[in-house]
Antibody, heavy 112, light 106 residues
Framework: EVRLVQSGAEIKKPGATVKISCKVSGYTFTDFYLHWVLQAPGKGLQWMGLVDPEDGQTFYAENFQGRVTITADTSTDTAYMELSSMTSDDTAVYYC?????WGQGTLVTVSS | AIQMTQSPSSLSASVGDRVTITCRAS??????VGWYQQKPGKAPKLLIYAASSLQSGVPSRFSGSGSGTDFTLTISSLQPEDVATYYC????????FGQGTMVEIK
C-alpha cells in the first residue's frame, strides 16, 4: 500500500521558518517526482514546487522562489519542504503528493 | 507558466443530472491533464489522468475528454456523494491547478 505520511501541525510566528516532512512507503521513492501543494483556508490548490528524488533536482513556483526549499533524503525515503519568512498569508494546509497519491496534509498556522 | 482557467466556479444540479466542468489551458498541453475531487477536510483524489483515463476504482459515471487546450470533466448522473470541489491539473510543464468548481445538489 502506498502511503505518504506527513509531519504534524505547526504554529509559527511571523518571520519564522517551517519544515514539513513527508515519509513515503509502498513504492520506490526515486521513481516519481514529489510535489508540494498548499491550500489556504477556503481557497484552491496552489503548486509550490517539486523534487526529483533520483538526483535532488528541484523546480519551484515563481510565487515561492527564494522562500521555499524542497529536499529528498533517499536514505529514509523522506521529502522535506521548508518555507521561510512566513506571514499570516502562509497559513494553509500543505500537502506532499505524486500525481496519484497524496499525504494527509499538514496545517501550518502563522500567528503572532 | 501555463495557466488553467476552470469554469464554472460553482454549480448546483439535481441528482441524476449530467454535469460538465471545463478547463482551458493558456497553451497546448497535449493530454497532460488530470481531474481531482476534493471533499472538505480531505486530500484531493485523482479521478481522471491523461485527460480521459479513468483512475482505478473511480465510478464510471466520471469521464474526461479533450486535448491541446480544452478539457472537460463530465459526471453522467450526479449522485449525492459527488458533492465536492473538482480541480483540473496540468502536468505538461510542472503543475498548475484550475481554480476549482464546487458542485452542490439542488
Amino acid at each position: 500500500e502506498v502511503r505518504l505520511v506527513q509531519s504534524g501541525a505547526e504554529i509559527k510566528k511571523p518571520g519564522a521558518t517551517v519544515k514539513i516532512s513527508c515519509k513515503v512507503s509502498g513504492y520506490t521513492f526515486t521513481d516519481f517526482y514529489l510535489h508540494w501543494v498548499l491550500q489556504a483556508p477556503g481557497k484552491g490548490l496552489q503548486w509550490m514546487g517539486l523534487v526529483d528524488p533520483e538526483d535532488g533536482q528541484t523546480f519551484y513556483a515563481e510565487n515561492f522562489q527564494g522562500r521555499v526549499t524542497i529536499t529528498a533524503d533517499t536514505s529514509t525515503d523522506t521529502a522535506y519542504m521548508e518555507l521561510s519568512s512566513m506571514t499570516s498569508d502562509d497559513t494553509a494546509v500543505y500537502y506532499c503528493a505524486t500525481a496519484n497519491y497524496w499525504g494527509q496534509g499538514t496545517l501550518v498556522t502563522v500567528s503572532s | 507558466a501555463i495557466q488553467m482557467t476552470q469554469s464554472p466556479s460553482s454549480l448546483s444540479a439535481s441528482v441524476g443530472d449530467r454535469v460538465t466542468i471545463t478547463c482551458r489551458a493558456s497553451q497546448g498541453v497535449g493530454v497532460d491533464v488530470g481531474w481531482y475531487q476534493q471533499k472538505p477536510g480531505k486530500a484531493p483524489k485523482l479521478l481522471i489522468y491523461a485527460a480521459s483515463s479513468l483512475q482505478s476504482g473511480v465510478p464510471s459515471r466520471f469521464s474526461g475528454s479533450g486535448s491541446g487546450t480544452d478539457f472537460t470533466l463530465t459526471i453522467s448522473s450526479l449522485q449525492p456523494e459527488d458533492v465536492a470541489t473538482y480541480y483540473c491539473l496540468q502536468d505538461h510543464n510542472l503543475w498548475t491547478f484550475g481554480q476549482g468548481t464546487m458542485v452542490e445538489i439542488k
